[in-house]
């Protein structure tokens, strides 16, 4: 079965350092990993995905994942936070085989302080 | 297109009453999935269908929900009667195929009193 996990349940940083929002995930197969972000009272925006190919994916608002088959991980990264960027972010894995769901993390709170 | 388009956004209801969440999916899309979002339990897959066919319904968490998705363009989940554990945000989301982001709704924030 398909399972998510993100660690750490908030991360905090300063306005103007980097960040690192982690996520691993297990599946028996190849997976389709994503990321999104919740705003209050809003549904989930999409940010990135991996499907195939460079294990670096780049996503909207300048945030980035990479790829660790390995270590069967899925961070998600920014060299440089906004205030903005406080929300809540999910990790999301679907596995490659046709008919499978996508499935979520518990999420992580990201607080970006100025 | 107008993406995926839940209703209502806000409902209240009394506990024992039956609840009815609706959900339109981006034209096109052959997958929808229904979510329910608590504070406790994360975001959470209740049921989901492929080509109006549900397929894994192994997260309704009991036979007081059910779902339904009559078309390619309209899906509801109803819950009856209902429970003041109910309350939570619904989440409905469509996707175009398997290798593809999924598409989120609004929402319908749901309290059970």
């Known amino acids: 079965a398909q399972s998510v996990a993100q660690p750490e349940d908030q991360v905090n940083v300063a306005e103007g350092n980097p960040l690192t929002v982690k996520c691993t995930y297990s599946?028996?197969?190849?997976?389709?990993l994503f990321w999104y972000v919740q705003y209050p009272n809003r549904g989930l925006q999409f940010l990135l995905k991996?499907?195939?190919?460079?294990?670096l994916v780049k996503g909207s608002y300048g945030f980035e994942a990479e790829f660790n088959k390995s270590q069967t991980s899925f961070h998600l990264k920014k060299p440089s936070a906004l205030v903005s960027d406080s929300a809540l972010y999910f990790c999301?894995?679907?596995?490659?085989?046709?008919?499978?769901?996508?499935?979520f993390g518990k999420g992580t709170t990201l607080s970006v302080s100025s | 297109d107008a993406g995926v388009i839940q209703s209502p956004r806000h409902e209240v209801t009394e506990m024992g009453q039956e609840v009815t969440l609706r959900c339109k999916p981006i034209?096109?899309?052959?997958?929808l999935f229904w979510y329910r979002q608590t504070m406790m339990r994360g975001l959470e897959l209740l049921i989901y269908?492929?080509?109006?066919?549900?397929?894994?319904d192994s997260g309704m968490p009991e036979d007081r929900f059910s779902a339904k998705m009559p078309n390619a363009s309209f899906s509801t989940l109803k819950i009856q009667p209902s429970e003041p554990r109910d309350s939570a945000v619904y989440f409905c989301?469509?996707?175009?195929?398997?290798?593809?982001?999924?598409?989120f709704g609004q929402g319908t924030r749901l309290t059970v009193v």
């Open positions: 269908f492929n080509n109006n066919v549900p397929i894994d």
């Open positions: 989301a469509s996707s175009l195929y398997r290798g593809v982001e999924a598409f």
């Open positions: 991996y499907i195939t190919g460079d294990n």
């Open positions: 999301a894995v679907r596995e490659e085989q046709a008919g499978t769901a996508l499935i």
């Open positions: 034209s096109g899309h052959d997958y």
């Open positions: 599946v028996s197969g190849n997976p389709y």
